[in-house]
């Protein structure tokens, strides 16, 4: 017996299709969906339970059968997954199914889902129209074959109807020979080749999932979960998955496997026979062996030929160069990415004018490896939590995929940056023990009050009372966190974060994320010209360097010994973006240095020779950071300018040398 499926988004002319495949054919008996909910519940506009609207359709549909009369399903069927699992149920799978697809254009469904007596939402009707289009019904679903019809243009006579029936036998028979010399593999199946790729696509949408334990079943039915809420319940055979892991592994698509030039099949799988089954584009050991040499690739080699002028030709050129083609394929390589890496997920659908790369696989083996060693050489000097568990959660994974070979990196590089304030024995309540709470309120935009614990460090221009402020910016800087923030009043500044507790948020203040960008800007600004992270205690005087008005600068003229000089001239960037010029090195010939920054002549004072000057923001002079670098060169450096400075330096010294 032959059944026939409609397959189309609501308003594509579905049921006027079946009323006329009725007419066209004797003994027939149309199963829509919407009748079954009129007679379920009185009414078809009402949704109802997909269960019970399933079992009286397959109810229907068996007493069709048992009755002698031909079945026309008449629903959207929109999802390959439904398809799927529709055509497995034992009373469907007994009828050979011809499946109609109504490629009716979305812009006629609306027109004409507007006049249906149940009009179905526009953006359900979008989102049914852009599933047929991702996956289109084939015959490889497990129809006899599938008949595109375009009722909006020429609608299909009861003769053409009777002929595309009648010819179905030979088209079977023909289809049949033009794969008479396929070589068939584990996945010419198109259930195995969909779950095969979904699960891919999976793995990349979700690194940890299917991580390797010590039960490959158990890591398959945590994957089966996931593969049966995201793709749907046909595609979660735990076995199957097991095996789909085990192969992915075994042909270096997940892990660390070296990169064979041909792929390798497992003993234990299936090997299908021909002719029993429908073949679907990659049911040839050809093209998949292609496609998943060109997946593997790009995995292993993220940007490849990126910046070219044809990122599809050097991606071929790379793999050529490696043994993994032996022909010109751009014109398959780019069906296999637009057909099947594209819709599957696996691959964006974006350009990548800059090369290929798949999920987050951005990096290639040496990469991981380079930036893991830099990420190891700083958390394990860090207290940081949150870098810490993320340099574990990073170790962890490369060890499941064998990046590491179950050896711990070498640290050749380390940084010796560290916080001065232990964690462990800061209040519970401090700031510096919740920085996620602090990152929350930045991106959020909200306004809190913050509160100083008593007896913490400060300075004299501090107030013991709360202060309302914007959290802008969490900054490490030399010793510590420190929070950038802007008070209400628009002071901008930087605090030890673990002296600092919330109290209460001040909800009507909240703004929005372009306001906090630019007060950011505006605090990046001010540090950058800053020595330090001092930022001064004016509001007006910050917005008047922000807005380059004089009497908000001042040079700081400063004479250095030869001694000192050597250390000096070393650290050009020592006070980061600060213009800086200075005395040219004697050492250092003239071709050789920038005739910008050492372009200041030398002093006549034999004792300090060599000149230092600096331009920085007038709260600069009263920067500590700029106080202890002066100060720490224990008179080898000569404060000669602003006055004020050489006043400050001098009475610090004094009483460093009375005390």
């Known amino acids: 017996m032959l059944g026939h499926l409609l397959i189309g988004p609501p308003g594509s002319g579905k049921s006027t299709f079946a009323r006329s495949l009725a007419k066209t054919l004797p003994n027939t008996t149309i199963i829509a969906t919407d009748a079954i909910r009129a007679q379920l519940y009185g009414d078809e506009t009402i949704q109802g339970e997909w269960q019970e609207i399933e079992a009286e359709m397959r109810r229907q549909i068996q007493t069709a059968i048992d009755t002698g009369k031909t079945p026309i399903y008449d629903a959207t069927n929109y999802k390959r997954s439904h398809r799927f699992t529709w055509l497995q149920h034992p009373e469907i799978a007994a009828v050979d199914w011809l499946a109609w697809f109504l490629k009716t254009p979305l812009k006629i469904c609306q027109e004409w889902n507007q006049k249906r007596s149940r009009i179905v939402p526009a953006e359900v009707l979008e989102a049914m129209n852009r599933a047929l289009k991702q996956f289109p019904p084939v015959a490889a679903e497990g129809f006899a074959a599938v008949y595109d019809c375009t009722p909006h243009k020429t609608p299909l006579t009861s003769k053409a109807i009777r002929d595309k029936i009648a010819a179905l036998p ?84 997940i892990g660390y496997e070296a990169e064979a ?106 990469e991981l490896r380079e930036t893991f060693r830099w990420l190891q050489s700083y958390a394990l000097q860090s207290r940081d939590r949150a870098l810490i568990e993320l340099y574990q959660t990073w170790q962890q994974r490369l060890s499941w995929g064998k990046w590491l070979d179950f050896q711990p990196i070498y640290p050749t590089r380390a940084i010796s940056l560290h916080a001065i304030a232990k964690i462990e024995d800061l209040p519970q309540f401090s700031l510096a023990r919740q920085p996620e709470r602090v990152e929350e309120a930045i991106l959020a935009g909200e306004c809190w009050e913050f509160h100083r614990f008593q007896g913490v460090g400060g300075y004299a221009t501090d107030s013991e009372e709360c202060f ?67 930022l001064g205690n004016s509001a007006a005087l910050q917005q008047q360097f922000l807005a380059a008005e004089e009497g908000a600068r001042v040079t700081v003229e400063l004479w250095a010994s030869d001694k000192s000089f050597c250390f000096i001239a ?46 920085v923001p007038i709260w600069s002079l009263d920067d500590v950071d700029l106080w202890r670098w002066i100060l720490g060169f224990g008179g080898e450096v000569k404060v000669v300018q602003p006055s004020v400075l050489v006043t400050k330096i001098k009475q610090k010294a004094e009483v460093i040398f009375n005390s």
């Open 570 to 615: 070393e650290g050009t960037q020592r006070f980061g973006r600060v213009p800086l010029k200075m005395s040219r090195p004697p050492w250092k010939s003239k071709e050789v240095v920038d005739a910008k920054l050492f372009g200041l002549s030398n002093t006549e004072d034999e004792r300090y020779p060599r000149r230092l000057c600096l331009t």
């Open 468 to 534: 309302c402020a914007y959290p802008l910016q969490l900054r490490f800087h030399n010793i510590a966190w420190y929070l950038g923030y802007e008070e209400v009043g628009g002071l901008l500044r930087f605090e030890r974060l673990e002296r600092l507790f919330l109290g209460r948020q001040v909800v009507e203040n909240r703004r929005s994320r372009e306001v906090q960008v630019r007060s950011l800007r505006r605090l990046i600004k001010l540090y950058d010209a800053s020595v330090g992270l001092f």
């Open 170 to 253: 030979r088209s079977q028979i023909n289809s049949r020979n033009r794969t008479r010399n396929y070589t068939f593999h584990p996945y010419s199946r198109l259930l195995d080749f969909e779950r095969l790729m979904h699960l891919i696509s999976l793995l990349l949408q979700h690194p940890g999932l299917g991580s390797p334990t010590d039960d490959l079943i158990e890591t398959a039915e945590a994957v089966a979960a996931a593969m049966s809420r995201q793709w749907g319940s046909v595609y979660s055979n735990v076995a199957a998955l097991a095996q789909d892991l085990e192969w992915l592994t075994l042909n270096g698509l």
């Open 261 to 366: 030039t041909e792929l390798h099949f497992l003993e234990t799988m299936p090997q299908p026979e021909w002719g029993t089954f429908s073949v679907h584009a990659y049911s040839d050991i050809e093209p998949f062996t292609r496609l998943i040499k060109t997946l593997r690739f790009v995995l292993r080699h993220p940007f490849e030929g990126g910046g070219s002028e044809g990122v599809q030709k050097a991606l071929i050129a790379s793999m050529q160069s490696r043994g993994l083609v032996q022909y010109d394929c751009v014109d398959s390589v780019r069906k296999d990415i637009e057909k099947v890496l594209k819709p599957y997920g696996i691959l964006e659908a974006v350009p990548y004018k800059q090369g290929y790369f798949a999920g987050t696989a951005i990096f290639t083996a040496s």
